[in-house]
């Protein structure tokens, strides 16, 4: 399935670094999502993006800090990372949010704070 | 709170027939999704409830009782392949999805 892109896949960072994710869709979508996922716990809703406008912003840390300029790509800026910030994250996307819209993700990126 | 309750790890025989399940506890309920993730990759739609009974896809069935609370994953004739995490998912009243941490499950020959 190559719907969703996100790169990098892999990233190494240190605490005061500056860096983004990017996540794209091929898919002729109208929602995006960002979701984290650590070992052995739910994945983790951070923010939702439908029709380009964020509807969801689950209490994600202000070091987090999306953007979205289009309906196919969504971006995931991050600065002064913690160390409890390493996971994987998780973009994924769907034709609309709500009613039984199943989700499309992509294979993620690898963070390393 | 919300909840999804799905067992850490299961262990099966390549060629058996192995039940993942999954309990729930939401506020409301607008159906239940069933992913496959292999390790280091992209979670994949497997299937999706939202009335109670059976729906079978080849060798994967999913069953949902929504008076229980209660789903589970059936996978047949088990192959290599099929080792993976499998993560249930439930949509709430707000259209929200709640995920369990998943089942990893690993096939022995």
């Known amino acids: 399935e190559t719907g969703v892109t996100q790169t990098p896949r892999h990233l190494v960072m240190g605490m005061t670094n500056k860096k983004s994710l990017k996540c794209e869709q091929h898919?002729?979508?109208?929602?995006m999502y960002w979701y984290k996922q650590s070992a052995k716990k739910p994945l983790e809703l951070m923010f939702v993006y439908n029709f380009k406008e964020q509807t969801e912003n689950n209490s994600v840390p202000s070091r987090f800090s999306p953007e979205c300029p289009n309906s196919s790509h969504l971006f995931l800026h991050l600065h002064t990372l913690q160390p409890e910030d390493s996971a994987l994250y998780l973009c994924?996307?769907?034709?609309?949010?709500?009613?039984?819209?199943?989700?499309?993700f992509g294979p993620g990126t690898r963070l390393l704070v | 709170g919300q909840n999804i309750d799905q067992p850490t790890e299961m262990t099966a025989t390549e060629g058996a027939i192995v039940q993942i399940n999954c309990t729930y506890q939401?506020?409301?309920?607008?159906?239940l999704f069933w992913y496959q993730q292999h390790a280091g990759e992209a979670p994949t739609f497997l299937s999706y409830n939202v009335l109670d009974g059976l729906e079978e896809k080849g060798r994967f069935s999913s069953f949902l009782s929504r008076s229980k609370g209660y789903s589970y994953l059936l996978l047949k004739e088990l192959q290599m392949k099929d080792s993976a995490s499998y993560l249930c998912a439930v949509r709430d009243s707000n259209y929200q999805l709640i995920w369990g941490a998943g089942t990893k499950l690993i096939i022995k020959p």
């Open positions: 939401t506020s409301g309920f607008n159906g």
């Open positions: 898919l002729g979508h109208n929602a």
């Open positions: 994924a996307s769907s034709l609309k949010v709500g009613d039984a819209e199943t989700q499309y």
